[in-house]
C-alpha cells in the first residue's frame, strides 16, 4: 500500500478529510522549501505537494506563475527537488509528498532514472498536468514498477467517458479542478462542484482532492463536505511572499497560519 493510500484510509477511519497544500519547490528561495514543508506538517497538513518550477506553467495564474519564475531565478531543478525531499525524509517518513508540474523535466530525466530516483528521494505520487491520459502508458509503467502513484486532472468539462478512463489510469487520488481556468481564477461554485463530484464519485471508489479556488477557511470547509481531500495552493503561496516582501522572522510560521487555521475549521465542521 502506497504512502499516500495509507494516508486517505487512515483519514477515513477518523472521519477527517486530508488538507494538502502546493508550495512551489524553491520559492522565494531553494532554502526555504524544506523548512516550510515541516512547518506545513506542524499545521495540520496531510499531504503536500511540491511544485516543480516549469518556464511556461500553462494552468497557473499569476500567483504561481510568478513563483514558478522566482524559483527558475535561482535555477532550481527537478533534480535538486529529488534532494530537498531526501532532506525531508531525514525527518518525516509518514507525510505523502507528491510532486506536480509539467512533463518536460520527466521526460529530459528519463521516466526510469525519474522514477528509480524519486523512489529513492521518498516522493509518493506525480502529476503531471501537460501529460495526457492517452500518451502516460510509458510513465505510468514506470511509476508503478516503483509503487509511486499516478495522479491525474479531472476538469469541470471531462466527459464521463474520459473521467472513466483517467480513474482506470489513476492511483492514489484524483485531482478535480474546482472551476474553469487558471489556478488562483474566479469563485468557487459549490453546487457544480458537487454535481461533478458526484458524477465522478459514480465512476470510482478513488479519493477525489479538489483544487482551484480554496483561499480561506470557508472555502475549505464547504470543499472538505464534499471531496476526501482539499488543495491550498495560490493563497498559500500569496501568504509567503507577502511576508517576504514585509520582512520579518519566521516566515514559515506565520504563512502556515493559514493551513492550521483550515485544518481546525475542516475539523469543527
Known amino acids: 500500500m502506497s504512502r499516500i493510500t495509507a494516508c486517505m484510509q487512515a483519514l477515513e477511519k477518523q472521519g477527517r478529510k486530508a488538507l494538502i497544500p502546493y508550495i512551489v519547490a524553491g520559492d522565494p528561495a ?35 506563475q510568478l513563483a514558478h519564475e522566482r524559483a527558475l531565478e535561482h535555477h532550481v531543478s527537478l533534480t535538486n527537488i529529488l534532494a530537498m525531499v531526501k532532506e525531508f525524509r531525514q525527518q518525516d517518513q509518514t ?25 529513492e528521494s521518498g516522493v509518493d505520487g506525480l502529476l503531471t498536468v501537460d501529460l495526457p491520459p492517452e500518451e502516460a502508458d510509458e510513465l505510468n509503467a514506470a511509476l508503478k514498477r516503483v509503487d509511486i502513484d499516478s495522479i491525474f486532472l479531472i476538469a469541470p468539462t471531462t466527459t464521463e467517458e474520459r473521467i472513466k478512463s483517467i480513474a482506470s489510469l489513476a492511483t492514489g487520488y484524483l485531482y478535480y479542478v474546482s472551476l474553469k481556468g487558471v489556478t488562483g481564477a474566479g469563485h468557487l461554485d459549490i453546487n457544480s462542484v458537487q454535481e461533478k463530484l458526484t458524477q465522478i464519485k459514480a465512476i470510482t471508489d478513488l479519493p477525489v482532492a479538489v483544487g482551484f479556488g480554496i483561499k480561506d477557511n470557508d472555502s475549505a470547509v464547504s470543499i472538505s463536505r464534499l471531496a476526501e481531500g482539499v488543495v491550498v495552493g495560490s493563497a498559500l503561496v500569496n501568504k509567503v511572499i507577502e511576508l517576504n516582501a514585509a520582512g520579518g522572522d519566521n516566515i514559515a510560521e506565520q504563512s502556515a497560519a493559514l493551513i492550521d487555521g483550515m485544518r481546525k475549521a475542516m475539523d469543527a465542521a
Not at 36 to 56: A, C, R, T, Y
Open 30 to 64: 531553494p532554502d526555504f522549501t524544506v523548512a516550510m514543508m515541516h512547518q506545513l506538517v506542524k499545521s495540520g497538513s496531510d499531504i503536500i505537494e511540491l511544485g516543480v518550477p516549469f518556464s511556461d506553467p500553462m494552468a497557473e495564474g499569476p500567483v504561481i
Open 95 to 119: 507525510t505523502p509528498v507528491v510532486l506536480m508540474g509539467y512533463a518536460n523535466p520527466v521526460m529530459k530525466m528519463g521516466f526510469d532514472h525519474f522514477a528509480n530516483a524519486a523512489l
